[in-house]
């Protein structure tokens, strides 16, 4: 390992830079924008993956596939749509390439290979899949259809950072399509509690469950509801988003059904999904100057078990205790990684342990062997117990749930207390600049009120919370009548 | 359902092609040469990379994510690599769409938006990787790396077919690098045989394990080792892949290590791929013309159950012994559908189950709860019997097994009968306008040899299996000496 990371309170941003690289998560790769999501990372994102993907197959869901290209004129289609992501896409013009008589060993494009019709590489699937739905639905008979997919999209970001935007990411993006707008609300709330629990119970992260202002809405929705997390240097991070697309894409497509009164009728939808981006959410929420904080509930390593030994002989001893204790753990589904290199030192690998994370830590050493304890370290608090032997599966047990409940509380007393209400304009202004966190202030509703905040201050409308009380009052800015407070923050 | 199959020996193409469609497997989309996988087809795609999944970390393998995008300069980089790939692929050149300002409502390229390099959409990830591999490797001690990834490619094909050639398809590469050439030719057989049992113990289908003549090898390898299916029609179907790819790529891209004896040395690699043509094998392999024929160990459903019912009363009182069922097959990890719908009856959901391949189909009537008995059918000989309930779970764990050994004893007697010797060339050409299947015929070794036999016969040299006797004798086309037959066939 290299030199320390720099402090959060130094400089929080390079924290982030170094700690997602010297942590073995990702790099940026030499294609603009595009990451490497390193092996370390990428079992992250699989524990991710798998919960997610279990969570949707038991809220009736089916996984496909749909291609990746969408032609340029189905993104002309829906107008929102078109404008909200003609702007920032990958054009495929040509198919061939061939070798540059000017230059040995070159390759050049092939102008005889020009595409009639230029393809983009999905910014999101709407287009496509809705393309696709015209065929497959006749009939009410033929509704719901719940269909996630797992895949790689392309948005051309000028400004990017490793998980938090980058030009390539992977997500999922559910696309479902239903007979009633009331039905299609439910999925889309649906959907939202699902993120918001499984952000809650595996990332122990505390979400506030919202609705987007129309400014902020996915272009094409008539809804778009999104979970907020509050990250440790008082910004907020957009962690998932479920849209209500009303008929829009429907019409687009011209997806119509016939419902029981044989009557003909636009299909309703809904699109949601989460991104590699909760990798980002997940390092920034917990982790600290020595390194990540992983849940244990998606530690790719739960457990590591290092011995101290002075020679060969007590290794073999420590051996024989290691692969007991490891085998128990194993067997009550607890990943285990026994450390147990002769190339580096013990306090090294302490080191690199915290530096990745990992929830707990035993260390065994010849002594313990003879006193029949060994020392348990939790990577969230940094204490450190003397367990015997016959209490260890269970006090690990006990540590992965207690530090899943700690940093979530954590988490969520970091919240509370950069949670603020802003009775003027001048307050907000000054709050943002000092705390940061979540402004809890009146608005008048307008967009331009929203997009003069947001000019002046940095700061975004994140969501009016599901949850709201509706308290009347005055808008911070224009003084014009406001229903309720909503929650503003800049954010990632 | 509309109307039925073709028949295979009608028109065996069609009859695949109408499968793979009536059976909710894939379609064609709006985008030409790329494939919509539907959930049903998705769902058995799932199951093949779950256990492929869990297998190549059984051997030690890692998952990670690398770019979407190659810089076209990258496939300049190895000459062979250059050659076999630049020939077909998606090229993007312009990251930019804006209105079109002759056309309301158009998108255009955005001409200010040129890449200054273009980016090619991944054919496959050898260059991307080994350019990021040079970071990761500076000593022995960073060797091997053993990394695969699961991902979408995509290669400018003129004629395609679902499953079997797609513009975008689905698959897993494996990217590794060693300290040594014994090494990395140990890990290529290795995953050579993890992809043989995966397609003989899952997809229960027999392999020829073998390697590729220098013609036929994968562009930039040393050597190319394959695994080769028979389908019904007497065609072969390469179905994996595993490359040994000595040092080319680390001398392209320039990745060098110190060994143990401190000496500089290019790192020497290996590549390995299955994708979504597997599909394609497995629907071709087994299936007949009432449709799809499922191993069970892919099957999403493995037992379908048809309630036979006069009365909603009779239908409750079916309902109760069902679900003690299926609960009970449940328990034991077999995946289950109780097909209740009150929209069809049960002749139309016997044939849609046969057409979907379902290993199991249980039919309950009323009559039968008076009885103790049911009806149970296999769908591969189509045979049913009454099985007691108190036998029933038993019977249906025989019957997943017995299947799938049959399935693959079926396709193992069907290739052994159509493996043919052929002695001249006149008897060859002969037995591939006739029978076809694979050709054992003896071969000079030369690439002039095998293109004049490609041209004039349409039959490839599949592979020079692993288990080959080695036997003198003359070439079939030029009566050169020959060390040994080859394996010849035409091929998908």
Same mark, same amino acid.
């Given at each position: 390992?290299?030199?320390? #990371?720099?402090?959060?309170?130094?400089?929080?941003?390079?924290?982030?830079?170094?700690? /997602? !690289?010297?942590?073995? #998560?990702?790099?940026?790769?030499?294609?603009?924008?595009?990451?490497?999501?390193?092996?370390?990372?990428?079992?992250?994102?699989?524990?991710?993956? +798998?919960?997610?993907?279990?969570?949707?197959?038991?809220?009736?869901?089916?996984?496909?596939?749909?291609?990746?290209?969408?032609?340029?004129?189905?993104?002309?289609?829906? %107008?929102?749509?078109? *404008?909200?992501?003609?702007?920032?896409?990958?054009?495929?013009?040509?198919?061939?390439?061939?070798?540059?008589?000017?230059?040995?060993?070159?390759?050049?494009?092939?102008?005889?290979?020009?595409?009639?019709?230029?393809?983009? $590489?999905?910014?999101?699937?709407?287009?496509?899949?809705?393309?696709?739905? !015209?065929?497959?639905?006749?009939?009410?008979?033929?509704?719901?259809?719940?269909?996630?997919?797992?895949?790689?999209?392309?948005?051309?970001?000028?400004?990017?950072?490793? =998980?938090?935007?980058?030009?390539? =990411?992977?997500?999922?993006?559910?696309?479902? &399509?239903?007979?009633?707008?009331?039905?299609?609300? &439910? %999925?889309?709330?649906?959907?939202?509690?699902?993120?918001?629990? =499984?952000?809650?119970?595996?990332?122990?992260?505390?979400?506030?469950?919202? /609705? !987007?202002?129309?400014?902020?809405?996915?272009?094409?929705?008539?809804?778009?509801?999104?979970?907020?997390?509050?990250?440790?240097?008082?910004?907020?991070?957009?962690?998932?988003?479920?849209?209500?697309?009303?008929?829009? =894409?429907?019409?687009?497509?011209?997806?119509?059904?016939?419902?029981?009164?044989?009557?003909?009728?636009?299909?309703?939808?809904?699109?949601?999904?989460?991104?590699?981006?909760?990798?980002?959410?997940?390092?920034?929420?917990?982790?600290?100057? %020595?390194?990540?904080?992983?849940?244990?509930?998606?530690?790719?390593? +739960?457990? $590591?078990?290092?011995?101290?030994?002075?020679? %060969?002989?007590? #290794?073999?001893?420590?051996?024989? !205790?290691?692969?007991?204790?490891?085998?128990?753990?194993?067997?009550?589904?607890?990943?285990?990684?026994?450390?147990?290199?002769?190339?580096?030192?013990?306090?090294?690998?302490?080191?690199?342990?915290?530096?990745?994370?990992?929830?707990?830590?035993?260390?065994?050493?010849?002594?313990?062997?003879?006193?029949?304890?060994?020392?348990?370290?939790?990577?969230?608090?940094?204490?450190?117990?003397?367990?015997?032997?016959?209490?260890?599966? *269970?006090?690990?047990?006990?540590?992965?749930?207690?530090?899943?409940?700690?940093?979530? +509380?954590?988490?969520?007393?970091?919240?509370?207390?950069?949670?603020?209400?802003?009775?003027?304009?001048?307050?907000?202004?000054?709050?943002?600049?000092?705390?940061?966190?979540?402004?809890?202030?009146?608005?008048?509703?307008?967009?331009?009120?929203?997009?003069?905040?947001?000019?002046?201050?940095?700061?975004?409308?994140?969501?009016?919370?599901?949850?709201?009380?509706?308290?009347?009052?005055?808008?911070?800015?224009?003084?014009?009548?406001? *229903? +309720?407070?909503?929650?503003?923050?800049?954010?990632?």
């Amino acid at each position: 390992m290299s030199k320390a #990371l720099p402090s959060r309170s130094e400089n929080y941003s390079e924290w982030y830079n170094e700690l /997602v !690289k010297k942590a073995d #998560l990702a790099e940026n790769s030499a294609v603009r924008g595009c990451m490497v999501i390193k092996p370390y990372g990428y079992a992250i994102w699989e524990k991710m993956q +798998q919960n997610l993907d279990r969570m949707f197959k038991e809220t009736g869901h089916s996984n496909a596939y749909f291609p990746l290209f969408v032609p340029k004129s189905f993104l002309e289609k829906e %107008e929102g749509h078109a *404008e909200g992501f003609a702007k920032e896409c990958a054009v495929v013009t040509h198919y061939r390439l061939k070798a540059n008589p000017d230059k040995k060993g070159a390759l050049m494009v092939d102008e005889n290979s020009k595409l009639e019709e230029e393809l983009i $590489v999905r910014p999101t699937s709407e287009a496509v899949i809705w393309n696709t739905y !015209k065929n497959w639905i006749q009939s009410y008979r033929d509704l719901p259809i719940l269909i996630n997919q797992w895949a790689n999209v392309v948005r051309w970001e000028m400004r990017t950072r490793l =998980f938090l935007r980058t030009t390539e =990411f992977l997500w999922q993006e559910g696309h479902t &399509a239903h007979a009633t707008a009331e039905e299609a609300i &439910a %999925e889309t709330r649906q959907m939202l509690e699902v993120y918001a629990t =499984f952000v809650e119970q595996y990332m122990a992260l505390p979400v506030v469950r919202g /609705v !987007k202002t129309p400014n902020e809405r996915f272009a094409g929705a008539l809804d778009t509801y999104c979970i907020e997390a509050l990250m440790q240097d008082g910004k907020a991070l957009q962690a998932g988003t479920s849209h209500f697309l009303g008929q829009n =894409f429907a019409k687009a497509f011209d997806v119509k059904f016939t419902d029981k009164a044989n009557q003909l009728d636009y299909v309703w939808g809904t699109s949601w999904g989460v991104s590699t981006r909760l990798m980002g959410a997940l390092i920034m929420a917990h982790s600290d100057d %020595e390194g990540l904080v992983l849940p244990p509930n998606l530690a790719p390593i +739960q457990v $590591v078990i290092v011995p101290i030994y002075k020679s %060969e002989e007590g #290794l073999q001893k420590i051996d024989v !205790k290691v692969n007991e204790i490891k085998q128990q753990l194993q067997k009550q589904g607890i990943s285990v990684k026994y450390d147990n290199r002769d190339t580096q030192r013990p306090g090294f690998k302490f080191a690199e342990w915290e530096l990745k994370g990992v929830p707990v830590r035993v260390a065994i050493g010849e002594r313990d062997l003879e006193n029949n304890t060994v020392e348990v370290a939790r990577r969230d608090t940094k204490e450190k117990t003397a367990v015997s032997f016959d209490k260890l599966i *269970e006090h690990i047990n006990f540590l992965l749930a207690d530090i899943h409940t700690n940093i979530y +509380q954590k988490a969520l007393d970091f919240r509370a207390a950069n949670t603020t209400i802003a009775n003027t304009y001048q307050e907000f202004k000054e709050i943002l600049d000092t705390k940061g966190g979540f402004v809890r202030a009146h608005w008048d509703g307008t967009a331009a009120t929203e997009e003069k905040i947001k000019e002046e201050t940095k700061a975004t409308i994140r969501c009016i919370p599901l949850d709201n009380e509706k308290v009347a009052g005055k808008c911070i800015l224009t003084g014009n009548p406001s *229903e +309720q407070m909503v929650l503003f923050a800049r954010a990632y």
